[in-house]
């Protein structure tokens, strides 16, 4: 019995440092940011985007720094609203023009749009987008996906839980960093 214990232990363990995400190079930061500024019309530096990882694919958060800061807000929610549009339309362009072609996640994703859903949501101080799928493989596109993201947007994205997250029905539930 604690054989198996031990066993699974180590795979919860392996599979998690599988999904840790390295920073990318400075450059790279620094070329992603560049592009960026041409596609997301809100401030990098005056937001925090957060990728939360779950059992049918995740949460992509985009929250103002300043809770008083409607123009960021307002301008996050455009963004996302109009992204999570785009998602639905297997439109992920922006995405592409962003992190290149080869950005991990992305072809699966494209490709079977029609099997994700991409569920827009403002909040108070943002906004969100949950992204689920049945298929593991798709699961594990938008975990790809997200830590491709989590790499480039380095010193703006953390891996973790949403936060200040006002709203409840659809299932995560209020978390505070």
Known sequence: MNQILLAVMMTAVLSTAAYAQQSASSARLDEVAERGRHVMPFHLDKTQHIFNKTQHGGVQQVI????????????????????????????????????????PGLQDLSANYRNVRFDYR????????????????????????????????????????????????????????
């Not at 790809?144 to 973790?160: M, P, T």
């Open 64 to 103: 103002a720094k300043q809770a008083t800061d409607s123009e960021q807000i307002g301008l996050i929610r455009q963004h996302l609203l109009e992204i999570s549009e785009r998602f639905k339309q297997g439109d992920f362009s922006r995405q592409q023009t962003i992190h290149g072609d080869n950005m």
């Open 122 to 177: 403002p909040l108070p101080n943002g906004a969100e987008i949950e992204y689920a799928a049945e298929d593991s493989a798709l699961v594990d596109a938008i975990h790809r996906f997200f830590n491709a993201q989590l790499s480039d947007h380095a010193h703006h994205a953390s891996d973790g839980q949403p936060m200040k997250c006002e709203h409840m029905p659809h299932g995560h539930r209020k978390h505070q960093h």
